[in-house]
């Protein structure tokens, strides 16, 4: 085999390699969460109202993180039943945070379905139960867990 196509086989095995391959791959949603932060209702009020005006689940849990800068976001969202949840929890991930301490937060959100009899019609909104939140610093003891202390 000639050495040029040594070099182009063994560069092309080098670009297949994921993005920091020296670390073990780390599935963000696997990742233990030894405690959360309490987010108090006043700091998502804007998001409440939001709701209110019968906007969907993802929508007002995209409300409430805000604008997202990083490199990979990851939203997962489990119904209290498929037809008409009467309930529903997101979770948003957001990992390569443009930040020198915080490598990654969690964002847990639980949501309630509440129906409004209205003169002809009832209508559905959502309320917002309770939200918590958690980091992942990028030092420290222990990197790969979410937590609420602050990253140092």
């Known amino acids: 085999m000639s ?15 994921p ?38 689940p ?5 409300k409430i993180v805000g604008a997202f800068k990083g ?6 969202q489990v119904n209290r039943s498929s037809e008409t949840p009467s309930a529903s929890r997101i979770t948003v991930l957001r990992d390569g945070l ?20 209205l003169e002809r019609t009832s209508e559905s909104i959502w309320s917002i139960k309770e939200v918590r939140r958690s980091w992942r610093c990028w030092r420290g ?5 979410f937590a609420s202390m602050l990253c140092p």
């Open 58 to 62: 993802l929508d007002i849990a995209l």
């Open 71 to 76: 490199s990979t976001q990851h939203i997962i």
């Open 3 to 17: 050495s040029y196509l040594k070099w182009v086989i063994f560069s092309a095995a080098l670009l297949a390699l």
């Open 98 to 117: 443009m930040d020198d301490s915080v490598r990654s937060e969690r964002w847990d959100i639980a949501l309630e379905r509440w129906d409004i009899a």
């Open 19 to 56: 993005v920091g391959a020296a670390d073990p791959p780390t599935r963000l949603a696997e990742l233990p969460v030894v405690d959360s932060k309490l987010v108090p209702p006043e700091k998502y009020e804007a998001a409440s109202d939001f709701a209110a005006r019968g906007n969907s």
């Open 141 to 145: 003891e222990k990197p790969n867990r």
